[in-house]
């Protein structure tokens, strides 16, 4: 059963860089038909779709955060992050990496909280 459990620092200073690694264990990154997803959920608000990085490498981003946002693996640690430059307090939210296969993010971390503040 694959696990994927986030790491990284719970508190940021606005206008530096969140950072967060996800490690993935019981499967592969480079496995095809799948893709690692980042997702956070802002204090009282729901689920927002932050990026993604397909089987091959390729990357892509929600519109709205796409100029803030990077999404890079290590294959050779298994491991996929998440950074995100020039935060605000309105980047406070829990954030998740979740596995996708079709349609469906099927498989989740059990989520980070990460705050912004000074």
């Known amino acids: 059963q694959v696990q994927l459990p986030e790491s990284g620092p719970g508190l940021v200073k606005p206008s530096q860089t969140l950072s967060l690694t996800c490690t993935v264990s019981?499967?592969?990154?480079?496995?095809?038909?799948?893709?690692w997803n980042w997702i956070r959920q802002p204090p009282g608000k729901g689920l927002e779709w932050m990026g993604v990085i397909a089987v091959d490498g390729s990357t892509y981003y929600s519109p709205s955060l796409k100029s803030r946002t990077s999404i890079s693996r290590d294959t050779s640690k298994n491991q996929f992050s998440l950074q995100l430059s020039s935060v605000t307090p309105e980047d406070t939210a829990v954030y998740y990496c979740a596995r996708r296969s079709g349609y469906a993010f099927a498989s989740w971390g059990q989520g980070t909280q990460v705050t912004v503040s000074s």
């Open positions: 019981g499967g592969s990154i480079t496995t095809s038909y799948y893709s």
